[in-house]
């Protein structure tokens, strides 16, 4: 037995979570309920043989058999329930009871109340106890409450181990309440750090945690101590209000709160305690904390206290100005949502200011880069203070990320006056502004220089062959310069050169996209109300290296098609040299691996570049190569593309008719044909710069996972894979320095990195971590999901939703709902009849696909939560709805 005033009572080992929290806020001098803890030692005596045998049983259960875990949990609990302790264990125990006192026994997992894992309410608490036989079988409870359903499927939604895990049970005195509740040191709803919320009732806690109640609300401003929202509580029993009748719901504008106390649970002074108390404990542990208190008799009592894991983190660096600062998602912007690791999120932000810097923009109060949670982030706090910034940023966001738009406008309306004063260019002299916008001006110069030059280009319909002989000559340049380096250290470092590099270099080409914006604004000009039109003229885009890669890939599953024994072998492999040894296998490996040496460097979500490429893992490729044997015909994915050429030629021709008809017909039309083509091949070639930047990213893999395979062998690292949880200037030091081994706790950044992969990531934040949400306002008159219409057109059948392309397939004329689409993807589209995903806009990869290859988009947020795979809906691209259809 450990006393929590013992000093060893605040070991996570012996004390489990909830004990060494509770040791610590004793050690910190706070008023906690005296007690003690039967340690993880006494847990650890009582498992013997029967029940590690079934614990690990347990852990070999596939994780999904949701039946088979809870039977064998079931099994554990029971058996755990009817042990006894040692007569040794019986005594210490009673040594510490106090005649007549009641206790209450709390669970203490050593995988709880952590940063990264809160398991709140997954395990047992035992109340009002008091004789040795009822709290040894309080405790006995508590540590059968290892094995909940509930733990069990945490802890394997979390990669944790049954085996890994332990238990210590703290036992307290009882504190007979006369009101409890939970104090939040930030607000949870909106994740804003300088936010304290209590929820309060009278008599004991449980009822408030376990939301039998709704309890009296609190939110303070943690600066001001002023209180800002006052909300009366209602019974769970029989919905009667708490305080009277009718209690009015303070305005949190206002801040207006009644003024009788008396019937309110907490007074305002006991308000200003509670926080005060919130203040320090989340000083003591470094995190925003989940506190629960008694009050008695007027003194406070903290019952326990744990981190609030669901909390997006803070985007560092913080700024040190003690203003608002407001971040965008850069991941969003790139339609990739999911939490990288802390080397591809750093390569990215050192990207992201080298660019920052080129354009002049100022390191201390312009555009700069943070990261969060796995994200990168730019504070765009210089756009947003400017009005005339702001607008063009908004108006920016429609084509790529217009869920981005409701939040940045709400928090400009609600909290203007707050950003900080910040300046885009670098410094406020004449000389230093002049030197900004002479950086400027070359970008400006080209932009206006590529219009002009396509108006005029004859070989227009050569740009994209020209974008892609420059992507490729460009990567394979670069490539060569990384492979040149002495050493693993240098061949990484001028990797990091070679990527700043190109991203100035591939501006030339990515400036030549704002002919789309001018084809489009002129055509729009000569051709009114013709969107049908001008959609139309972005399908069938064969020279795009997007689609010739989905062409090139349907050829080669027609050899497979035209080869019996390979088709047949289809049907029960996807494993590649399985299928060279039939007949006709030869040529479709070949055929196969011909594709490979062209698109092999692609994979989903590629600018993640930790994932692995299709050169390394073929599998999605295979598994869309089999959906099509099963459903397509010879040669359609080719008379598609032409279906669309002929329907955009028609376009055309109905908007030459639309121009005759104008003021200035004859002029009008003349315009028409070659402006609709040049829109056509300039379009081609928006792909490019990506198709260029993906294949650097993955000799930047290479070259990454090189290094760490050559600090597993010199026994560094325990697994190469951990290479990716260092950032770039650690891995650097770790290769030129190996006698002087850094100090990171890659065990600790293994679990961070998992715990950010299971938040949601949101859009806009800012630096007191407040998450604006806004909304899409629609006149769609629906009982589906209104969303943000990006490619026009109707189609229903089955839902496929589909987290991570790599190990999945889709079947002809199913839908694939997905959190969002990269270039990666595209394999899928072969057979998608519509697309519904969770991010992006008009202009992202997703979108762009879909306009091309045909089929109606829409952009739903949460998409892949609402929407189950085998349901049948149906997606109109038109109106941007998402509709539920019956069986």
């Given at each position: 037995?450990?006393?929590?005033?013992?000093?060893?009572?605040?070991?996570?080992?012996?004390?489990?979570g909830?004990?060494?929290?509770?040791?610590?806020?004793?050690?910190a001098?706070?008023?906690?309920?005296?007690?003690?803890?039967?340690?993880?030692?006494?847990?650890?005596?009582?498992?013997?043989?029967?029940?590690?045998?079934?614990?690990?049983?347990?852990?070999?259960?596939?994780?999904?058999?949701?039946?088979?875990?809870?039977?064998?949990?079931?099994?554990?609990?029971?058996?755990?329930?009817?042990?006894?302790?040692?007569?040794?264990?019986?005594?210490?125990?009673?040594?510490?009871?106090?005649?007549?006192?009641?206790?209450?026994?709390?669970s203490?997992?050593?995988?709880?109340d952590?940063?990264?894992?809160?398991?709140?309410?997954?395990?047992s608490?035992?109340?009002?106890?008091?004789?040795?036989?009822?709290?040894?079988?309080?405790?006995?409870?508590?540590?059968?409450?290892?094995?909940?359903?509930?733990?069990?499927?945490?802890?394997?939604?979390?990669?944790?181990a049954?085996?890994?895990?332990?238990?210590?049970?703290?036992?307290?005195?009882?504190?007979?309440?006369?009101?409890?509740?939970?104090?939040?040191?930030?607000?949870?709803?909106?994740?804003?750090?300088?936010?304290?919320?209590?929820?309060?009732?009278?008599?004991?806690?449980?009822?408030?945690?376990?939301?039998?109640?709704?309890?009296?609300?609190?939110?303070?401003?943690?600066e001001?101590?002023?209180?800002?929202?006052?909300?009366?509580?209602v019974?769970?029993?029989?919905?009667?209000?708490?305080f009277?009748?009718?209690?009015?719901?303070?305005?949190?504008?206002?801040?207006?709160?009644?003024?009788?106390e008396?019937?309110?649970?907490?007074?305002?002074?006991?308000?200003?305690?509670?926080?005060?108390?919130?203040?320090?404990?989340?000083?003591?542990?470094?995190?925003?904390?989940?506190?629960?208190?008694?009050?008695?008799?007027?003194?406070?009592?903290?019952?326990?206290?744990?981190?609030?894991?669901?909390?997006?983190?803070?985007?560092?660096?913080?700024?040190?100005?003690?203003?608002?600062?407001?971040?965008?998602?850069?991941n969003?912007?790139?339609?990739?949502?999911?939490?990288?690791?802390?080397?591809?999120?750093?390569?990215?932000?050192?990207?992201?200011?080298?660019?920052?810097?080129?354009?002049?923009?100022?390191?201390?109060?312009?555009?700069?880069?943070?990261?969060?949670?796995?994200?990168?982030?730019?504070?765009?706090?210089?756009?947003?203070?400017?009005?005339?910034?702001?607008?063009?940023?908004?108006?920016?966001?429609?084509?790529?990320?217009?869920?981005?738009?409701?939040?940045?406008?709400?928090?400009?309306?609600?909290?203007?006056?707050?950003?900080?004063?910040?300046?885009?260019?670098?410094?406020?002299?004449?000389?230093?502004?002049?030197?900004?916008?002479?950086?400027?001006?070359?970008?400006?110069?080209?932009?206006l220089?590529?219009?002009?030059?396509?108006m005029?280009?004859?070989?227009?319909?050569?740009?994209p062959?020209?974008?892609?002989?420059?992507?490729?000559?460009?990567?394979?340049?670069?490539?060569?310069?990384?492979?040149?380096?002495?050493?693993?250290?240098?061949?990484?470092?001028?990797?990091?050169?070679?990527?700043?590099?190109?991203?100035?270099?591939?501006?030339?080409?990515a400036?030549?996209?704002?002919?789309?914006?001018?084809?489009?604004?002129?055509?729009?000009?000569?051709?009114?109300?013709?969107?049908d039109?001008?959609?139309a003229?972005?399908?069938?885009?064969?020279?795009?290296?997007t689609?010739?890669?989905?062409?090139?890939?349907?050829?080669?599953?027609?050899?497979?098609?035209?080869?019996?024994?390979?088709e047949?072998?289809?049907?029960?492999?996807?494993?590649l040299?399985?299928?060279?040894?039939?007949?006709?296998?030869?040529?479709?490996?070949?055929?196969?691996?011909?594709?490979?040496?062209?698109?092999?460097?692609?994979?989903?979500?590629?600018?993640?570049f930790?994932?692995?490429?299709?050169?390394?893992?073929?599998?999605?490729?295979?598994?869309?190569?089999?959906?099509?044997?099963?459903?397509?015909e010879?040669?359609?994915?080719?008379?598609?593309?032409?279906?669309?050429?002929t329907?955009?030629?028609?376009?055309?021709?109905?908007?030459?008719?639309?121009?005759?008809?104008?003021?200035?017909?004859?002029?009008r039309?003349?315009?028409?044909?070659?402006f609709?083509?040049?829109?056509?091949?300039?379009?081609?070639?928006?792909?490019?710069?990506?198709?260029?930047?993906?294949?650097l990213?993955?000799?930047?893999?290479?070259?990454?996972?090189?290094?760490?395979?050559?600090?597993?062998?010199?026994?560094?690292?325990?697994?190469?894979n951990?290479?990716?949880?260092?950032?770039?200037?650690?891995?650097?030091?770790?290769?030129?320095?190996?006698?002087?081994?850094?100090?990171?706790?890659?065990?600790a950044?293994?679990?961070?990195?998992?715990?950010?992969?299971?938040?949601?990531?949101?859009?806009?934040?800012?630096?007191?971590?407040?998450?604006?949400?806004?909304?899409?306002?629609?006149?769609?008159?629906?009982?589906?999901?209104?969303?943000?219409?990006?490619?026009s057109?109707?189609?229903?059948?089955?839902?496929?939703?589909?987290?991570?392309?790599?190990?999945?397939?889709?079947?002809?004329?199913?839908?694939?709902?997905?959190?969002?689409?990269?270039?990666?993807?595209?394999?899928?589209?072969?057979?998608?009849?519509?697309?519904?995903?969770?991010?992006?806009?008009?202009?992202?990869?997703?979108?762009?696909?879909?306009?091309?290859?045909?089929?109606?988009?829409?952009?739903?947020?949460?998409?892949?939560?609402?929407?189950?795979?085998?349901?049948?809906?149906?997606?109109?691209g038109?109106?941007?709805?998402?509709?539920?259809?019956?069986?």
């Amino acid at each position: 037995m450990l006393s929590l005033s013992d000093p060893q009572a605040t070991n996570l080992k012996l004390s489990g979570g909830k004990g060494a929290n509770l040791a610590k806020l004793v050690s910190a001098g706070l008023p906690v309920p005296d007690g003690f803890c039967v340690t993880t030692a006494v847990y650890e005596e009582l498992v013997d043989e029967e029940i590690t045998t079934m614990i690990d049983d347990l852990e070999a259960i596939d994780p999904i058999d949701t039946e088979r875990l809870r039977e064998r949990a079931t099994e554990l609990r029971d058996t755990i329930r009817v042990k006894e302790f040692p007569e040794d264990v019986r005594a210490a125990i009673e040594v510490q009871l106090e005649p007549g006192v009641s206790y209450v026994a709390r669970s203490s997992a050593t995988a709880e109340d952590l940063p990264t894992a809160s398991f709140a309410g997954q395990h047992s608490t035992v109340l009002d106890v008091s004789s040795l036989e009822n709290v040894t079988d309080a405790v006995l409870e508590c540590m059968a409450s290892l094995f909940t359903d509930r733990a069990v499927s945490y802890r394997a939604r979390n990669e944790i181990a049954h085996e890994e895990v332990s238990v210590c049970v703290v036992v307290q005195e009882m504190i007979d309440a006369d009101a409890s509740g939970v104090l939040f040191t930030a607000d949870p709803l909106t994740g804003k750090r300088t936010v304290a919320s209590i929820d309060a009732s009278t008599g004991l806690g449980e009822a408030v945690v376990s939301g039998t109640v709704t309890a009296e609300n609190v939110r303070v401003d943690r600066e001001s101590g002023e209180i800002l929202e006052y909300r009366a509580g209602v019974s769970g029993d029989d919905g009667s209000d708490l305080f009277g009748a009718n209690e009015p719901t303070v305005d949190i504008e206002t801040g207006d709160v009644p003024d009788a106390e008396d019937d309110r649970v907490l007074t305002n002074e006991q308000v200003t305690t509670l926080v005060a108390y919130g203040e320090g404990i989340e000083r003591s542990f470094g995190f925003p904390q989940d506190i629960e208190w008694s009050i008695a008799d007027g003194q406070f009592w903290m019952l326990q206290t744990r981190p609030i894991t669901t909390l997006s983190p803070l985007p560092e660096p913080r700024p040190d100005d003690g203003a608002l600062h407001v971040y965008y998602s850069w991941n969003h912007r790139q339609g990739m949502t999911e939490a990288m690791p802390p080397l591809v999120a750093d390569y990215w932000s050192r990207t992201m200011d080298v660019l920052f810097d080129r354009f002049g923009s100022d390191p201390e109060t312009g555009l700069s880069s943070a990261t969060a949670g796995g994200m990168v982030y730019i504070d765009i706090t210089p756009l947003l203070q400017s009005d005339r910034l702001a607008s063009y940023l908004l108006e920016g966001l429609e084509d790529f990320d217009r869920q981005a738009i409701a939040p940045l406008e709400e928090i400009r309306k609600r909290r203007g006056d707050e950003l900080a004063q910040t300046s885009v260019l670098r410094g406020t002299s004449l000389t230093q502004t002049l030197s900004s916008v002479g950086k400027l001006a070359p970008v400006v110069g080209q932009t206006l220089g590529s219009i002009l030059q396509g108006m005029v280009d004859r070989s227009y319909e050569e740009v994209p062959h020209r974008a892609r002989q420059w992507a490729d000559a460009t990567a394979e340049e670069m490539i060569r310069e990384i492979r040149s380096g002495d050493s693993a250290a240098d061949r990484l470092q001028i990797a990091l050169e070679k990527n700043d590099e190109f991203s100035w270099e591939a501006m030339e080409w990515a400036l030549k996209l704002w002919n789309v914006y001018f084809y489009r604004a002129t055509l729009r000009r000569l051709c009114p109300n013709t969107d049908d039109e001008l959609e139309a003229l972005e399908r069938g885009l064969r020279e795009n290296v997007t689609t010739t890669m989905m062409i090139e890939l349907g050829d080669v599953t027609d050899i497979a098609r035209d080869n019996p024994d390979v088709e047949q072998a289809f049907e029960g492999s996807h494993d590649l040299e399985e299928i060279r040894e039939v007949a006709g296998g030869e040529e479709f490996t070949a055929a196969f691996e011909n594709f490979l040496d062209g698109y092999g460097f692609r994979a989903p979500a590629e600018i993640e570049f930790s994932r692995r490429r299709y050169h390394e893992d073929p599998s999605p490729l295979l598994g869309t190569v089999r959906a099509k044997l099963e459903t397509g015909e010879p040669g359609d994915h080719r008379t598609h593309v032409e279906r669309l050429e002929t329907e955009a030629e028609r376009a055309i021709t109905r908007l030459e008719r639309q121009a005759s008809g104008e003021r200035f017909g004859s002029i009008r039309r003349r315009l028409v044909r070659p402006f609709a083509l040049r829109y056509r091949s300039y379009l081609s070639m928006r792909e490019v710069t990506k198709y260029a930047l993906s294949q650097l990213l993955d000799e930047t893999r290479r070259q990454v996972l090189a290094a760490g395979e050559k600090l597993e062998r010199e026994g560094r690292l325990e697994d190469v894979n951990d290479v990716w949880l260092y950032d770039f200037d650690e891995l650097l030091s770790e290769l030129t320095n190996p006698d002087t081994p850094i100090d990171v706790d890659l065990d600790a950044r293994r679990a961070e990195q998992f715990h950010h992969q299971q938040l949601r990531a949101p859009r806009v934040i800012t630096s007191e971590g407040e998450i604006p949400r806004g909304g899409i306002v629609s006149d769609v008159d629906t009982d589906g999901f209104v969303g943000i219409p990006t490619a026009s057109g109707v189609a229903q059948g089955q839902a496929r939703v589909i987290e991570e392309p790599s190990d999945a397939t889709l079947e002809t004329e199913e839908i694939l709902v997905a959190p969002h689409t990269d270039p990666g993807w595209t394999p899928l589209f072969l057979n998608a009849a519509g697309l519904v995903t969770n991010n992006g806009g008009k202009m992202t990869h997703g979108s762009i696909v879909a306009r091309e290859y045909g089929i109606p988009s829409v952009v739903v947020a949460g998409a892949t939560e609402q929407i189950e795979t085998g349901q049948r809906i149906r997606v109109d691209g038109n109106r941007g709805i998402v509709e539920l259809l019956d069986d």
